[in-house]
């Protein structure tokens, strides 16, 4: 006769493709082992060591089920917190790549540039939708990580620049040579869509960013 213990094993892993729940399996072996030892040999009693090692089984599986569940609920939260936090940022303004500035009648939108070594001298090329160098600024010595500044937009015959789009190239060198930056565009958040893979940013003219691609919040 094949034991209880036998067969609710091979339900397990029968169960287990289809989905069944611990409940589900532990009910499947209560039933077979009733049957089991309604019909067992009285001489050939069946082994308490694997009855007992099968329901430890059955209640691991019903722990991990638990703690599934439990983190399920507590990812779905953190979800939610997040997708709160992140609306947070509409209306502020942040630092993304990019290289343009925007001058306007009374400011300039700010500019900046992230690097991973320390640089000893830093300077900045400002150049207009035609191409044309209008103003070169010199940054000084820097640090490795994100760098924020303000373009009081003087053209360099100390005239003010025309309302409009330039762009800016960051120079950047120490004792080894050239070492590489990334320059970043300031962007105003419109507005934020939740995806599968993360939040998305909506910046205007700018398009969208992801938040990884947030290097400051101003």
């Not at 010595?141 to 015959?157: E, I, K, N, R, S």
């Amino acid at each position: 006769m094949l034991s209880a213990i036998s067969s609710a094993n091979r339900l397990s892993a029968s169960d287990s493709a289809s989905g069944n729940s611990s409940t589900d399996l532990q009910n499947q072996f209560l039933t077979l082992l009733i049957a089991q030892l309604k019909n067992q040999d009285p001489t050939n009693p069946m082994d308490n060591s694997q009855l007992t090692t099968q329901l430890a089984q059955i209640n691991t599986l019903a722990g991990i089920e638990n703690l599934n569940s439990t983190l399920s609920s507590i990812s779905g939260q953190i979800n939610t917190n997040q997708s709160v936090q992140n609306t947070l940022l509409i209306g502020h303004g942040v630092m993304v790549p990019g290289d343009a500035i925007l001058v306007g009648d009374e400011a300039t939108t700010p500019f900046g540039f992230e690097t991973d070594a320390t640089a000893n001298a830093v300077s900045a090329t400002i150049k207009d939708s035609s191409g044309n160098v209008v103003a070169q600024l010199d940054l000084g010595a820097m640090g490795a990580g994100t760098h924020t500044f303000q373009w009081d937009g003087t053209l360099a015959d100390d005239s003010p620049a025309p309302a409009g789009k330039y762009t800016i190239s960051i120079d950047a060198t120490n004792d080894t040579g050239a070492i590489h930056t990334s320059p970043l565009t300031y962007a105003i958040v419109y507005g934020v869509t939740p995806t599968a893979s993360g939040a998305v940013l909506n910046l205007g003219t700018y398009g969208t960013a992801s938040l990884d691609q947030i290097k400051q919040i101003l």
